[in-house]
């Protein structure tokens, strides 16, 4: 414990600063307390680098001329309390305070700056949002059972905070409008087309089911245009007749442009349905139709590729991947069925002929509808609004009570009521007005959170019946074994790890992996990969979430879910084929983890080399929730760095470039990290020499921890700093449930969530629950 100094310079100088103020009365004295409790603790482990005249970082503590207005300058203590909390500062090589000091400035940072009261956390304001396009894409599959490609139509969200929920950035201009308007249209039609009330009988038969002739274990999901073969598969029919087949396909593999070719033939109970030649085409779904007279039982579908023109030397080869077979049939009328929009629109099948009862099911049809669209109590002035547009189309030449059903769901898909997530309270304009949100908003709340979606029809009676609050936990473990409830890992995942970039991050694979062409490259680094990792860094996620895990297993897993593919792409012998399962690494302890997957290693990866600045900053942003701030303007880039050694090694690279002043201070919170991954490639792979030279991955965090290498480090991050990553993923998880990023305000909330962890040994599954319960999430108050 260091010794204080009790006439130094310093405190004098903080002592005249508060100039009239030690003359009058102590109980009112609002800079008594800083200058008795709060000074002489700055002055032991503060100032010698932050003030009388020493501003290391632009960070001066002494430098204010008002201290009223000093004490309230919440960015300054923000500062303070944030370092402080994290144990960036005091730099790990100078005198720490005990744990009773720390505890002692937190707390006055908090209460006399922050003016918290853990007893009543403030839940902050939600701006009303819209629904973005991932929700919108949910939203009509679950109302209508409607497959709606939001991405080919609206443009991308945009994000704040990290997430694409927030709803400070979504944003209505007119010409998303126009197309909320179209849209709404394009999606009644795809729900209720012409003849849905007798539509001819529409079978769909996945892709998977295809399998090669000569090869069984071969399926339809990566086939080369290199290679000539027959798939087949048998599926049974109901009658005998004339039926349309439909095979949807999408190309694959080059990033560019090439001259590969081959020929498609696909026919179905030996009837040709068609062929095409195939060539380099982006199109998402890509179509191959035509009629075949098929019998009723088992009928064999076959489809061949025969290989075409070969690519030109250096462009990459093309695969075709069978998305799904569509069948419909048989074409003469002979059977009917509802489709699928019209089976959950028309509860009772088709309407009476009696007006009356008409107008009573159209109010049935309505209600049940507006109740999940719109997500608040039915409004009997609003129903009947829309029956009026029932009516009115169904009045008009040529049109039916369908069509009139149609415009009045049309209608309710353009209503802000749908679009936006409004919560309603008393005093909007209050920002000292605190309440609950009602039940129905705690129930949209709790199903965007966890589906991305509307909520479901026990939701919603819940709310009704007011007993939601009340049974929140059983709720919660309903929804979460719902398989709606993937949305929130590849959502959530998606954007806070950015496992949703990994199929797009520009890697130059050829560069990376030293070869001479991207042909070349391609047969070492497999296109699928891509979507391989993806997957792995979700099941890892999913696994700890349902399985009641602790959050550092994201960390220092032994174990993860590969392919065949991925575990040899990885050096890891004894897995095969294209299911992925749990994979014991103990004989790798190089695997296992977040900071050693695919995903993460690409995606903070330049497009021919390794960035331990990126990896770094990944880490400290992302799982402790300590990121530095911006580099300042005109940071000279690392490779200028390599000029001054031939060949030099990352590391040394990097010792270069932060000798210089400006660089010095973030790089020693970000370089160790990211040199401690240096084991892994730009395409993660695992090497232990750069350049003829072995790889040194050894370290000191700027919290004092060292590690060899990536297992120790993982260990440390996962054991010495576990209470970095319980607050980090708290405060990310609850920006994502909420829909705004965190505020100082907050920091009681994630205290709470951080000792909730720390009570039920990290389960992530606990820290949803804590979420679900806590003020933010349940209440709200006015913007001010």
């Keep these: ?74 960015k300054h203590w923000g500062a303070v309390w944030h370092n ?63 497959e709606y490609d939001t991405t080919e139509v609206f443009p991308p969200d945009d994000t704040g905070y990290g997430f694409d929920n927030i709803g400070d950035v979504l944003t209505l201009s007119p010409l998303l409008m126009e197309k909320y308007l179209s849209a709404a249209h394009e999606v009644v039609d795809l729900a209720l087309p012409k003849g849905a009330d007798a539509q001819v009988p529409r079978r769909e038969i996945s892709a998977n089911l295809f399998r090669s002739t000569d090869d069984p274990a071969t399926d339809s999901s990566w086939l080369p245009f290199s290679k000539r073969q027959t798939l087949s598969l048998q ?64 009928q064999s579908m076959e489809l061949g590729i025969l290989p075409g023109k070969r690519p030109h030397e250096g462009e990459e080869e093309l695969f075709l991947r069978i998305r799904r077979v569509i069948v419909q049939g048989p074409l003469g009328g002979t059977m009917r069925e509802y489709a699928k929009g019209y089976r959950m629109i028309f509860p009772d099948g088709p309407p009476p002929d009696d007006a009356k009862a008409r107008e009573r099911y159209a109010r049935k049809i309505m209600r049940g509808f507006v109740s999940r669209a719109f997500r608040k109590p039915l ?129 130059s694979a050829k560069d990376i992996l030293g070869l001479s062409s991207n042909r070349e490259a391609a047969r070492v680094f497999d296109p ?10 979700e099941m890892l996620f999913d696994h700890i979430l349902r399985s009641g895990r602790p959050l550092e297993e994201l960390i220092s897993a032994r174990y993860s879910f590969l392919n065949g593919r991925l575990a040899r792409f990885y050096g890891i012998a004894g897995v095969e084929g294209e299911a992925f399962r749990a994979v014991d690494l103990t004989e790798h302890p190089e695997r296992g983890g977040l900071l050693t997957q695919g995903t993460v290693l690409m995606v903070t990866s330049n497009p021919t080399r390794t960035s331990p600045v990126k990896r770094g900053l990944f880490v400290l942003d992302n799982l402790l929730g300590t990121p530095p701030p911006p580099a300042p303007p005109g940071i000279p880039p690392l490779e200028d760095a390599a000029k001054e050694g031939a060949r030099a090694t990352m590391r040394e690279m990097m010792e270069v470039h932060r000798s210089k002043p400006e660089c010095r201070g973030c790089h020693a919170r970000m370089d160790p990290i990211g040199l401690g991954m240096e084991n892994f490639d730009a395409l993660g792979r695992y090497r232990s020499t750069e350049h003829g030279k072995p790889i040194d991955t050894s370290g000191r965090l700027v919290t004092g921890e060292s590690f060899a290498d990536i297992a120790t480090l993982k260990s440390v991050l996962a054991t010495d700093r576990r209470r ?7 405060e990310k998880l609850l920006t994502f449930a909420i829909g705004r990023g965190m505020e100082y305000y907050d920091a009681t909330t994630i205290d709470q969530l951080t000792r909730h962890l720390d009570n039920h040994r990290g389960s992530l599954r606990e820290l949803i629950q804590a979420i679900v319960e806590c003020a933010p999430f349940q209440k709200r108050r006015g913007d001010g």
């Excluded at 029956?387 to 415009?407: N, S, T």
Aim: charged content about 30%.
């Design 528 to 537: 699928r990969l891509r979507d391989d990792m993806r997957r792995e860094t």
């Design 235 to 298: 599926h049974d029919l109901p009658a005998d007749g004339e039926y349309l087949v439909k095979l949807e396909y999408s190309i694959h593999g080059a990033t560019e442009a090439t001259t590969d070719e081959a020929r498609l033939e696909f026919s179905a109970g030996g009837s040709s349905i068609g062929s095409v030649t195939l060539g380099w085409d982006q199109r998402r779904v890509i179509e191959l139709s035509g009629k075949a007279k098929l019998g009723k039982g088992p």
């Design 1 to 74: 414990m260091p010794s204080h100094r009790s006439t130094s310079p310093r405190l004098l100088k903080g002592l005249s600063i508060l100039g009239g103020f030690l003359a009058g009365p102590a109980a009112a004295d609002p800079g008594e307390d800083y200058r008795k409790r709060i000074v002489p603790l700055l002055e032991s482990y503060c100032f010698d680098c932050h003030a009388d005249g020493a501003k290391k970082g632009g960070f001066s503590m002494d430098s204010h001329e008002d201290l009223n207005r000093h004490l309230s300058d919440r």
């Design 379 to 507: 409004d009997e002035a609003t129903i009947d609004r829309l029956l009026k547009i029932v009516r009115e189309v169904d009045a008009e030449p040529g049109a039916d009570f369908q069509d009139g059903i149609k415009e009045a769901i049309a209608a309710c898909l353009s209503s802000p009521r749908f679009l936006f997530r409004v919560e309603m309270q008393p005093e909007p304009d209050n920002p000292a007005k605190v309440v609950p949100l009602d039940e129905y908003s705690l129930a949209s709340r709790l199903s965007f959170f966890l589906w991305g979606s509307l909520p479901d029809d026990e939701l919603l009676s819940l709310a009704f019946r007011k007993e939601l609050r009340s049974n929140l936990r059983q709720q919660v473990d309903r929804m979460l074994a719902d398989p709606r409830s993937a949305r929130l890992v590849s959502s959530f995942v998606g954007q806070w790890l950015q496992a949703r970039d990994v199929g797009t991050v520009p890697v």
């Design 724 to 730: 970095d990553l319980y607050r980090c993923v708290s």
């Design 84 to 146: 402080l909390r994290s144990q960036i500062m005091p730099p790990s090589d100078k005198d720490q305070p005990t744990v009773e000091e720390k505890r002692e400035l937190l707390s006055w940072i908090e209460k006399q700056v922050f003016k918290l009261d853990p007893n009543q956390p403030d839940p902050g304001r939600v701006t009303i949002r819209r629904l973005n396009r991932t929700e919108y894409r949910n939203a009509v599959f679950d109302l209508l059972g409607v």
